[in-house]
């Protein structure tokens, strides 16, 4: 069974570094999404992509976060300047559906648990 | 934004018996609504979803259940056993394109044997 696969697993920083977290999303979807999970809270929103752009983001997705899909396969948040707040489990997400009335399941990777000191 | 209202937080039941969870929303447009699954340290997992032409779905145990009129829509697991103790989210989408997932509180479960 395809799967979102997430690298790394975890990391750990130092505060003001960046970070580069990288996902692989199912072949034959076509939206993107970024997650955050503070431990212990609720799944919360980043970003979603499609048709290589950004196709909508949070708050929460300030200008020290970026996307980028470099190739056909990779997909990739960027954080330049890492916070103490920017601590959690990043999930990577990818679906088949969108358009309102035909959203479908968004599969999940396992996660890349950012730790920053 | 759209508001996604969970209840209960946290729920424990003995094992054998039946947990409901609930969901509100406000944004009539809403026709999507799936629930997800987060073991302990895993990712969420689609386990239910239904769509607003329908007003229960069920599949083995779990069920949910659609009130578009109330805007909530439930979670009901029976007979549960100690492997549903897990963190339950509901979501919904939450823009007009359809492709932001919006996902409630969480409620934790305790199934106790």
């Known amino acids: 069974e395809p799967e979102v696969t997430q690298t790394p697993s975890h990391q750990v920083t130092q505060m003001g570094q960046e970070v580069i977290l990288r996902c692989v999303p199912i072949s034959n979807h076509l939206y993107f999404y970024w997650y955050r999970q503070i431990l212990g809270q609720k799944v919360e929103f980043l970003v979603s992509f499609y048709n290589n752009e950004i196709s909508e983001k949070s708050e929460i997705f300030d200008d020290q976060f970026s996307v980028e899909r470099p190739d056909g396969s990779n997909f990739t948040l960027k954080i330049r300047s890492t916070k103490l707040e920017d601590s959690a489990m990043y999930f990577c997400?990818?679906?088949?559906?969108?358009?309102?009335?035909?959203?479908?399941?968004?599969?999940f990777g396992e996660g890349s648990r950012l730790t920053v000191l | 934004g759209e508001n996604v209202e969970q209840h209960p937080s946290t729920l424990s039941v003995q094992e054998g018996d039946s947990a409901v969870i609930k969901c509100t929303y406000s944004?009539?447009?809403?026709?999507?609504f799936p629930w997800y699954k987060q073991e302990l340290g895993k990712r969420p997992q689609l386990i239910i979803d239904i769509r607003s032409n329908v007003g229960e779905k069920k599949d083995q145990r779990i069920a949910v259940t659609l009130n578009k009129t109330a805007k909530h829509f439930s979670l009901h697991i029976t007979e549960t056993q100690p492997e549903d103790s897990a963190v339950y989210f509901c979501a919904l989408p939450t823009n007009t394109a359809g492709n932001k997932l919006t996902f409630g509180g969480g409620t934790r479960v305790l199934v106790k044997p």
């Open positions: 997400a990818s679906g088949s559906g969108g358009a309102r009335g035909k959203t479908g399941e968004l599969f």
């Open positions: 944004d009539s447009a809403s026709n999507y």
